[in-house]
């Protein structure tokens, strides 16, 4: 299996690469994002086969058909050591943790003309109960597997506003060769959040604290990133979304919950995903590209609402932070969704010319349209039903309501990103399909408004009760990069 760049010149298939070359980078050297030469296609019968698989033999079979170079006995391991129901602990009350994204049937609700079912997939069950765990797990183990392979390591850098860089640091905690440096805006996350990464004392876990907000701390990144000589001596990576094998390990559980809501491949489901950067639902395209049968693949935002906006116009326009909201939905708070040029180097024909002629318009002129109206940067939009997708946004009323709501029909409390997909996928029930909403996070992680909404704590799955008193290990900077590089490079020894 070989890999190209959205952006690649049409000439030159010389750079298509492996799985494991481009594992431990972000973009393409041409500022494209990495995906398939080819998407492997699966087939009725290995659906049959896969029904009765656990997640993680499950996880090997998708794994094998992207990861070609790295041998099957060892890929069998690391996916074997990854999902499992030690590390995915925190099922909830009614979840088998075994099952690692379990389902679970909110209702038979009315659809427009008939019945059909409203599920849950529970995505949150790991270690910092984000759906960002399913992808970052695999991660660590990939990367300690390869870095051991090559007696290389690896220091990675990043920023996060929360959900992100829990979930690398708990993927990345004690593994060999790896440390992780990552900046969060001081004193600007939930308790919670704070304590989930502050309270590690890993030697290989670095908190930094930057007296600043978010936006701070991503300049920061790009700054000592930009410097090439320092992140080449410091060998420094990054574990974003646009990572393709976090996007990768993210298709596996498309395929699970499809397999669960289904007896045979005759039926079709579809997903409501709560969107940020466009990279668990871009795994969802992927996995029906692979000939999954997904009918819809349902995009919900919050008020920030890029996406949306697209999918229901043909309009791409990316915001600037001042446009950007502070939202109860956090981790979707996004201006511009980065791994959304995946999906349309797949509308556009794969022309990878195309695509860098409308992504340097989204630097130059803050978009682009594809609506095929006059003036118009193309006609495209038309096909977007043929992939499936839909969308729909929520506002902060509309969390509250539809968290009061489940919990008082069902007796669950969901978080606010999952709220966010409920309130969307209940547009767009279709009678006889099957509606899974994938569930991004557990309700412990954004308690203040699971209180606005419903006047009780969410409860805390066992061995969180305390964690904002555990003793936590941080620094705190200023915005100031040289000071940053050399706190980095004392504590690699580089
Ligand atoms: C990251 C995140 C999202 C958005 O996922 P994308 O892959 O960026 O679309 C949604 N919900 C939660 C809880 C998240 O942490």
Known sequence: MQYVSTRAAKSSTSQAQNFSDILLGGLAPDGGLYLPAEYPQVTGAELDAWRKLSYAQLAFEILKKFATDIPEADLKALTAKTYTKDVYRNAREGERAEQITPLRVLEQAAGKGGQTTLMLQALSNGPTLAFKDMAMQLLGNLFEYTLEKHDAEL???????????????????????????????????????????????????????????????????????????????????????????????????????????????????????PSGNFGNICAGHIARMMGLPIDKLVAATNENDVLDEFFRTGVYRVRKSAETYHTSSPSMDISKASNFERFVYDLVGRDSER????????????????????????????????????????????????????????????????????????????????????????????????????????????????????????????????????????????
């Open 155 to 273: 220091n990675i850098f990043g920023a996060t506003s929360g959900d992100t860089g829990s979930a690398a640091e708990y993927a990345m905690r004690g593994k060999k060769g790896i440390r992780v440096f990552m900046l969060s805006p001081h004193k600007k996350m939930s308790a919670f959040q704070t304590a989930q990464m502050f309270s590690l004392q890993d030697p290989n876990i670095f908190n930094i604290a930057v007296d600043g907000v978010f936006d701070d701390c991503q300049d920061m990144v790009k700054a000592v990133s930009n410097d090439l000589p320092f992140k080449a001596k410091q060998k420094i990576g990054t574990v974003n979304s646009i990572n393709w094998a976090r996007v990768v390990a993210q298709v596996v559980y498309y395929f699970r919950g499809y397999l669960a809501a289904t007896s045979d491949n005759s039926q079709k489901v579809s997903f409501t995903v």
């Open 355 to 494: 695509v860098r002629a409308l992504f340097h318009k989204v630097e130059t002129d803050g978009g682009f349209d594809l609506s095929g109206k006059p003036g118009s940067d193309g006609d495209e939009f038309k096909l977007v039903a043929q992939y499936g997708f839909l969308s729909g946004k929520s506002t902060h009323q509309d969390r509250l309501d539809t968290i009061r709501d489940v919990a008082d029909d069902f007796g669950i409390t969901v978080d606010t990103h999952t709220a966010d997909g409920i309130k969307v996928a209940r547009e767009h029930l279709q009678p006889g399909v099957p509606m899974i909403v994938l569930e991004t996070a557990l309700a412990a992680k954004f308690n203040e408004t699971i209180l606005e909404a419903i006047g009780v704590d969410a409860a805390r799955p066992a061995g969180f009760e305390n964690i904002e008193a555990l003793p936590q290990k941080f620094v705190v900077m200023t915005n100031d990069v040289a000071k940053m590089k050399a706190y980095i490079a004392a504590n690699t020894g580089l």
